[in-house]
């Protein structure tokens, strides 16, 4: 895959710097596409539940595989570093500061029941976490005779300010609160939160405490990763945790779990790792995995690396407020994510008024326009905005959801 299939109008190509809406930065967005097999005849707008894999990704996979098909005992001498290094200069992190996990909900089982946490200390959530980052802490919590306490941090996701999530989560933080856990963007509602705001709403509400009353910052990162032009170990988080089979297009069965080096005391190894060189990676799960998929994350990195972090998070930006700008404007519709970039990402959650988001659902799936449903508390409809998404497809989404409101 040469960069020249990715590069129009930019005069290595083309000739000129022509840039169209269809062509961010000087991507060839159809050309990107076409690494992967999509099913043409459908317009998929949940790409970012599972996602596909680029034809990088496939054939990293293939090889691990064709290596250990051949001698399952010789592994490569870099396997077990590779994808570890890749994520950490993804991130900005460090290699030894990141554990492989196979999934979001695996990494944060793990790091909340490693947590050290008393019976007199309490975890602190968010009612828009998703149910198994909730499910995560309260078994932790049943396990320590510690509590979980869920409360809310804005009173209307689509007007949400940074201000207010920042008094709300200072009036909520106690001097019991051992930990914060976060949603960066949330599947439920599409809200991203501001993670640099609350993590220095955390450190501030640690000073003067004692290490073993350090407040940590867990934050469940998954919908950001690889949708947010963001350095997610340099937000401030003590803790990131996320999937890199979304929308990094990773392996799937594929995740992380970087911690930041002066926070992983805190946390206990609850299993025997597969990789013990720092306190961090043995954090990951032991015994035998997938390693074909295991270790071949780092082509997934690559391959979004060669495209760019802030083209490919303008192409989601610009999709996605391509929809909500369409939804706003159209009577019948009420938006629950917010249209500011600066508190929103990829994922884009609304109703259509007296009509349920299951007939949503199906009735876009009846034109063969994949969407899905956010099944939380409230359970609204929703499309996620991925680079192979095109501004027709956005269009055409847009028509059939307007049939609706009539």
Request: aromatic share 6%; charged share 20%.
């Amino acid at each position: 895959m040469d960069r020249r299939d990715f590069l129009v109008g930019t005069g290595v190509v083309a000739g000129t710097s022509l840039l169209t809406s269809s062509s961010v930065y000087g991507l060839d967005w159809g050309a990107v596409r076409r690494e992967f097999r999509l099913d043409p005849g459908l317009v998929n707008l949940g790409l970012f539940y599972l996602a596909s894999n680029p034809r990088q990704v496939r054939d990293e996979v293939e090889r691990v595989k064709r290596h250990l098909d051949a001698n399952s005992h010789d592994f490569l001498p870099d396997m077990g570093t590779r994808p570890r290094e890749a994520l950490a200069s993804y991130v900005g992190g460090a290699a030894g500061d990141i554990a492989q996990v196979p999934n979001t909900t695996t990494g944060l089982g793990l790091v909340y029941q490693g947590l050290k946490i008393r019976p007199d200390q309490e975890i602190l959530l968010n009612d828009q976490d998703h149910v198994w980052h909730q499910r995560s802490a309260q078994l932790a919590a049943e396990r320590s005779g510690a509590r979980v306490r869920i409360g809310t941090l804005h009173e209307s996701s689509a007007r949400a300010t940074e201000d207010e999530i920042a008094t709300r989560l200072r009036a909520s933080i106690t001097p019991q609160t051992r930990a914060v856990g976060i949603t960066w963007v949330q599947s439920s509602t599409g809200l991203k939160m501001p993670v640099r705001t609350v993590a220095q709403v955390v450190a501030d509400a640690n000073r003067g405490r004692a290490e073993a009353d350090r407040c940590l910052l867990i934050v469940d990162g998954v919908h950001g990763l690889a949708a947010v032009d963001e350095d997610a170990a340099q937000m401030g988080a003590d803790v990131f945790i996320a999937g890199t089979h979304k929308w990094l297009f990773g392996p799937r069965g594929t995740g992380m779990v970087w911690v930041r080096p002066d926070a992983s005391q805190h946390i206990r190894q609850t299993i025997p790792g597969l990789d013990n060189s720092t306190a961090t990676t043995a954090l990951g799960l032991g015994g035998f995995h997938a390693f074909e998929h295991f270790y071949a994350v780092h082509a997934a990195v690559a391959f979004h690396q060669r495209l760019g972090r802030p083209q490919v998070a303008a192409r989601i930006t610009e999709l996605s407020t391509r929809f909500r700008d369409g939804l706003a404007s159209t009577r019948g519709i009420t938006l629950h994510t917010p249209r500011d970039p600066e508190l929103s990402a990829g994922i884009t959650c609304f109703d259509v008024d007296g009509v349920s988001s299951d007939k949503v659902v199906d009735h876009l799936a009846a034109k063969r326009i994949q969407i899905t449903k956010a099944a939380y508390r409230i359970p609204y409809a929703r499309i996620g905005t991925s680079i192979l998404n095109t501004p027709s497809e956005i269009d055409a989404a847009l028509r059939a959801i307007r049939q609706l409101t009539r």
